[in-house]
């Protein structure tokens, strides 16, 4: 019978304690086109599937009237469940509680969430919603988020992590979805900024919204910070689910396998490039013409579009795409783009997922800006995270490798298992008409009509160098292919690699390029 009382009771605390912030706070939430965390939780984890820890932890402040408040589960939802059927460890911030903001206690709950999460060697996902450290609480605040961060460190690499962007995220609230492999963010509602407006405005005197300062586009488009944008709560859910398909739980295990499907893109692979070398085309398509069902489920497709990165199936398995794409900027890797590719080409690495890149790059992009931005150690992360990388890689010489993109882009002497190049494939220092003013360059000056000793000297240029047989007669090139041989080519390549075994020296770890 007192069992039964307790049961009551137990309920009766739990039902206060899940309301969160209050009826106003959670009407406030909802004007804002925000869903609750508890309810954000149930959206994306499968049905009557999460289960909840630490709901009764409550602060131990007691300075700035803190002593008189409450704060129910201390502003943070922990606990673990599953994503169609993929066991997952998850925190979501409670906006309605102080702002969500992060004192030690709620800082105790999600590092204590990250350590499971780390132990049991499954994804770990953080749904921000938060004014940043706990004012309040001051130093306790900040050793919390000092706690998190050296988590999300430890448990990089090993265990995937995902962050969900979903109110005004300041301060700490921030670095610890920059440590991360993946943040998701949606129009309207998503803010990420170091210190909010109102601090701007006191610090520096100027006024500027959260939107304009660190809204979804600006981190999805120009910061890079962001790598999947959405529209609704919902569609960002939604992908969240579609991304914990295409990757492992852990760094031991592999993407689970689902069944094999055919392409269904319509547009034959040999027609996708245009026959002037100089058209730009959309390397998507070749992409769709390679894998399952045709589907590609693309990060970053915002941020540095001269490369495309992503994840797609061949034969029901994961591969990591990583392709130039001549629609912008010719292809050319810049700042941003070798950023955006050296990331995931390592979060790929890590994580058992073989890598496919289809090369179209006329080399890295000139200019004082560039150059001034730090081309050179933006450039060669994306050296050192093909040479680093373990898992199969595989290349596919689409039209132009020119420079030091044909060596950047997954090059056989940077550590390539496989490296295809299509017949109309162009490897060479640089481009036909700038290597012919170098090397020609007398002999132009010198004829009667040095336009057509130009013109002449191009020709002879393109026919010595700018094809895949030089580099196939060295064995750079590992086949010269057909397009419509591609898929199967491919296909078998990742077969044969299945049980690939590398070795690198031994070592602490690495210094890559920052
Ligand atoms: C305590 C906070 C808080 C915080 C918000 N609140 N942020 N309480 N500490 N950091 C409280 C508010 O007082 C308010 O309480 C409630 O949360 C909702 O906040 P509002 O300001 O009403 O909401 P909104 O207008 O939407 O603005 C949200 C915001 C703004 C942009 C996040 O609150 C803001 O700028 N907060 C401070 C952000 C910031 O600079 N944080 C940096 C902390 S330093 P009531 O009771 O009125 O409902 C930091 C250091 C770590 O994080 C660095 C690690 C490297």
Redesign the pocket.
């Known amino acids: 019978m007192s069992t039964k009382k307790n049961i009551i009771a137990l309920r009766q605390k739990k039902a206060i304690v899940e309301k969160g912030g209050g009826e106003k706070?959670i009407e406030k939430q909802l004007a804002m086109g925000k869903m609750t965390a508890r309810d954000r939780i149930r959206a994306l984890l499968d049905e009557g599937s999460f289960h909840e820890y630490d709901l009764f932890v409550q602060h131990e402040e007691k300075n700035f009237g803190m002593d008189t408040k409450d704060l129910p589960g201390d502003g943070v939802i922990t606990g673990t469940g599953t994503i169609n059927g993929n066991p997952v460890c998850i925190y979501a911030q409670d906006?309605t509680v102080?702002?969500g903001?992060l004192g030690i206690q709620h800082a105790r709950k999600i590092t204590k969430i990250m350590d499971h999460a780390l132990k049991m060697k499954m994804p770990c996902i953080g749904i921000n919603d938060s004014?940043?450290?706990?004012?309040?609480e001051g130093i306790g605040a900040?050793a919390g988020?000092g706690e998190i961060f050296y988590r999300n460190t430890m448990a990089s690499g090993v265990i995937p992590q995902i962050s969900v962007i979903l109110g005004?995220c300041?301060?700490?609230?921030v670095?610890s979805p920059a440590l991360t492999d993946f943040v998701f963010v949606v129009e309207n509602i998503s803010?990420m900024f170091i210190?909010?407006?109102?601090?701007i405005e006191t610090v520096l005197g100027e006024k500027i919204s959260?939107e304009d300062l660190g809204g979804a586009r600006v981190h999805a488009e120009i910061t890079g910070n962001a790598h999947f944008y959405a529209l609704s709560e919902k569609e960002c859910l939604q992908q969240i689910k579609e991304l914990i398909s295409y990757i492992p739980h852990n760094n031991e295990e592999k993407a689970a396998k689902v069944e094999p499907k055919k392409p269904k893109f319509k547009k034959n692979i040999e027609n996708i490039i245009p026959s002037n070398p100089k058209l730009p085309y959309d390397v998507r398509e070749i992409i769709y013409a390679l894998v399952d069902d045709s589907k590609f489920f693309e990060v970053q497709e915002l941020f540095a579009p001269n490369i495309v990165i992503g994840f797609a199936r061949m034969d029901g398995e994961t591969v990591g795409f990583v392709a130039n794409q001549p629609m912008y900027l010719a292809g050319v890797l810049d700042c941003d783009a070798s950023d955006k590719a050296a990331r995931f080409i390592r979060f790929c690495d890590a994580f058992n997922i073989p890598l496919v890149t289809l090369e179209d790059i006329p080399g890295y992009l000139p200019g004082v800006d560039q150059e001034h931005a730090g081309v050179i150690r933006h450039g060669a992360k994306v050296l050192y995270a093909y040479s680093e990388a373990t898992v199969p890689k595989i290349t596919v010489i689409l039209r132009k490798a020119y420079g030091g993109g044909y060596i950047a882009m997954n090059s056989r002497h940077l550590g390539a298992d496989f490296t295809f190049a299509w017949p109309e494939a162009e490897i060479a220092v640089m481009g036909p008409e700038g290597a012919a003013n170098i090397i020609f360059k007398k002999e132009i000056m010198e004829a009667e009509d040095p336009d057509a000793m130009r013109q002449q000297k191009v020709k002879e240029y393109i026919e010595k160098f700018a094809n895949p047989f030089v580099a196939a007669g060295k064995g750079y090139i590992d086949a010269v292919i057909e397009p419509l041989e591609t898929r199967e080519l491919l296909l078998h390549a990742l077969s044969v690699s299945r049980k690939k075994f590398d070795f690198r020296p031994v070592k602490k770890h690495g210094n890559p390029p920052q």
Do not use: C
Request: aromatic share 12%; no cysteine.
């Open positions: 706070a906006f102080m702002g903001s004014g940043g450290a706990r004012i309040q900040l988020y005004p300041a301060g700490g609230a670095y803010k210190t909010g407006p109102n601090v959260q």
